[in-house]
């Protein structure tokens, strides 16, 4: 009798700790901002590697980013000499310029991340709330940038008088933008 008590009392034990285990992994992740993606699904809390800028201005992806994020870095890749047109980018993928909106667009597009060109205001709520692992939208109604694999896709802050589509290795500041990311990226 004594036996047949301890056994049941060891098997509730265990499946009490089986529960544990199950329910813990999401719970512990609170500190984590995962975008309603848990570390169990996608380890979105391990930072990225940074890409690497060329003296070109082509920019490397990391050999660890996934090929989601290198397609958008190949296509951002495409247009990195492109001027600065206002609404360019926007009535057709390929243009003769960008505007910065437009430029943020052609490389998720890149992606697989969007289908059709979007205004900077629209941007404002595409995606997910917060920063992404790789990529990273900012948007207000006037002005849309990225970050992608830690580095700057922007059409502004070009040295030498230059405009549309660059890469920049130095961030800014982001005070007014809301940012957005696709999910698990």
């Known amino acids: 009798m004594l036996f047949k008590f301890n056994f049941k009392a060891g098997l509730a034990m265990l499946v009490a700790l089986a529960a544990i285990a199950v329910v813990a992994p999401g719970s512990a992740s609170a500190k984590c901002t995962t975008g309603g993606v848990t570390p169990a699904e996608i380890d979105i809390c391990t930072p990225t590697a940074k890409a690497r800028l060329l003296p ?4 490397i992806p990391p050999m660890s980013a996934p090929p989601r994020v290198k397609s958008v870095i190949e296509a951002a890749n495409k247009i990195r000499t492109k001027p600065y047109i206002w609404g360019g980018g926007h ?62 896709l922007d059409t502004s802050g070009d040295e030498g008088g230059e405009t549309g589509p660059r890469w920049h290795t130095e961030l800014r500041d982001n005070v007014g933008y809301i940012a957005r990311h696709p999910a698990g990226y």
């Open 91 to 152: 009535a057709r993928w390929w243009d003769r310029g960008y505007d910065c909106s437009g430029s943020v667009s052609f490389a998720l597009h890149g992606g697989e991340f969007i289908e059709t060109p979007m205004p900077s205001g629209p941007m404002e709520k595409w995606g997910l709330t917060g920063e992404g692992r790789w990529i990273t939208v900012y948007a207000n109604a006037g002005h849309a940038y990225a970050v992608i694999a830690g580095v700057r």
């Open 56 to 59: 070109t201005g082509e920019l």
